[in-house]
């Protein structure tokens, strides 16, 4: 099966600061990737699919690249809001693999 | 507006059978893959499986043999069915669905199942 590895674990950064996680698949997955947000004691709400398509109602400081094996989520400016952690997930075969997650935090 | 919602006892026992139920209303339970998801607390998102209704069906090879996933039209309910529970199986159980894109786009609010004697 392919694993789903993600980078850094946590990070800590400023408001207004570029942040980017990457999130590695162990075998290429084409662009089917999906990229959640999972604030404290909610429920995931998907930010990205397809790599790099912004899901409706997603704010446009999100943005997702990538393909095959090597994909990143990039917050251009981090907001206070954005405190979350953020997962990947493939979604080419099952099983439908999440990444370990990356905790975003404010500095 | 597609919603979903689960429901099961909160409690199990160990080595018992944990079954819970995922309620849709707003949309035909046919038309979608059903998934079921679980995070156990303090960790991280785990897709069980999922199932159509067109007979298309897969679970996480690491519980296949201990999940089965199903839908019931007449009810429009999708139920999980997990036996042999132990406290791994401790977590929240999440039914999703993707209903206008790619990837998980509509969630349960999510139901916590402990399992303990």
């Known amino acids: 099966d392919v694993q789903m590895t993600q980078s850094p674990s946590s990070l800590s950064a400023s408001v207004g600061d570029r942040v980017t996680i990457t999130c590695r698949a162990s075998q290429g997955i084409n662009n089917h990737l999906a990229w959640y947000q999972q604030k404290p004691g909610k429920v995931p709400k998907v930010l990205i699919y397809?790599?790099?398509t912004l899901h409706s109602g997603v704010p446009s400081r999100f943005s997702g690249s990538g393909s095959g094996t090597d994909f990143t989520l990039t917050i251009s400016s981090l907001q206070p809001e954005d405190v979350a952690t953020y997962y990947c997930?493939?979604?080419?075969?099952?099983?439908?693999?999440f990444g370990p997650g990356t905790k975003v935090d404010i500095k | 507006q597609l919603l979903l919602e689960e429901s099961g006892p909160g409690l199990v026992k160990p080595s018992e059978t944990l079954s819970l139920t995922c309620s849709v209303s707003g949309g035909a339970i046919s038309s979608y893959y059903w998934s079921w998801i679980r995070q156990p607390p303090g960790k991280g998102l785990e897709w069980l499986g999922f199932?159509?209704?067109?007979?298309?069906?897969d679970y996480n090879p690491s519980l296949k043999s201990r999940l089965i996933i199903s839908v019931d039209t007449s009810k429009s309910q999708v139920s999980l069915r997990l036996t042999s529970v132990t406290a791994a199986d401790t977590a929240v159980y999440y039914c999703?669905?993707?209903?206008?894109?790619?990837?998980?786009?509509?969630w349960g609010q999510g139901t916590m199942v402990t399992v303990s004697s």
């Open positions: 397809a790599a790099s």
């Open positions: 997930q493939k979604y080419n075969t099952a099983p439908l693999t």
């Open positions: 999703a669905t993707s209903a206008t894109s790619d990837g998980f786009d509509v």
């Open positions: 199932f159509h209704y067109d007979g298309n069906t």
